[in-house]
């Protein structure tokens, strides 16, 4: 949970399962996060301008773009700025495609606790804490 006081991480999650994206949504609220969601990679490349999350938690599988897309095009839109990224899959972790030197990835396979997820998404922001820009 945040501390009080402190500034909640902001989070963007990614999800094409509506159920899912819910259910993370709540999870992460309660757990102190500030979440936007998006059902989409087209809808997720839109939200981030005006998010400015500090961890991108991406499903893998989804349509019409995969989670591995929706990053690209998303370092297209913002280059080195883009914030660290958790992957989830329910699949066992593919070799991600070249995404760049300088994108933080995590993977977390599902089904997972939600306190695994908490973890994974502190993890990758303290990573990712040495290389964002200011």
């Not at 990679?41 to 499903?59: E, N, Q, R, S, T």
């Not at 992957?87 to 994108?103: D, M, V």
């Not at 997972?112 to 997820?117: A, E, I, K, N, T």
């Amino acid at each position: 949970m945040t501390a009080p006081g402190a500034t909640p991480l902001r989070l963007l999650v990614v999800d094409d399962e509506a159920q899912i994206l819910e259910l993370l949504e709540l999870t992460l609220s309660l757990q102190g996060f500030e979440v936007t969601t998006a059902p989409n990679g087209p809808a997720a490349l839109d939200a981030l301008p005006g998010c400015a999350p500090d961890v991108i938690v991406m499903d893998v599988l989804m349509t019409p773009w995969d989670g591995f897309e929706t990053v690209r095009r998303m370092l297209a839109q913002v280059g080195a700025g883009l914030p660290p990224v958790v992957f989830l899959s329910g699949l066992a972790r593919p070799t991600p495609p070249e995404l760049g030197p300088r994108i933080q990835e995590h993977y977390l396979l599902k089904p997972f606790r939600p306190s695994q997820l908490v973890e994974a998404i502190r993890r990758a922001h303290a990573d990712g804490a040495d290389w964002r820009p200011p």
